[in-house]
């Protein structure tokens, strides 16, 4: 059974940091590109950042772009999330994803 684990998520002040980790099971995660996305209250899911199997890429979205860093173990089958100088409207539930396969999500929220 495939699982993505989503975890590091909290309460924290505005311009302080967090690092998210999505734990995958039963999935090869170097066989994978992986992505983080994020869902605020009221709003659609939006993409923060990718990563390639072998982490020779990254992309993000414009509003967390240098502030962010994706990157990966793969010898720890795991993908992390660096977020530095969060802002209230980083708040949202994060998501990993890999292929078709999502993670159930954790929360962060930003204090102002």
């Known amino acids: 059974q495939v699982q993505l684990v989503e975890s590091g998520g909290a309460l924290v002040q505005a311009g302080g940091s967090l690092s998210l980790h999505c734990a995958a099971s039963g999935l090869t995660l170097s066989s994978y590109s992986v992505a983080w996305s994020r869902q605020a209250p009221g709003k659609g899911r939006e993409f923060v950042a990718y990563i390639s199997r072998n982490g020779a890429s990254r992309t993000y979205a414009d509003s967390v772009k240098g502030r962010f860093t994706i990157s990966r173990d793969n010898a720890k089958n795991s993908v992390y999330l660096q977020m530095n100088s969060l802002k209230p409207e980083d708040t949202a539930v994060y998501y990993c994803?890999?292929?078709?396969?999502w993670g159930q999500g954790t929360q962060v929220t930003v204090s102002s």
């Open positions: 994803n890999s292929g078709t396969f």
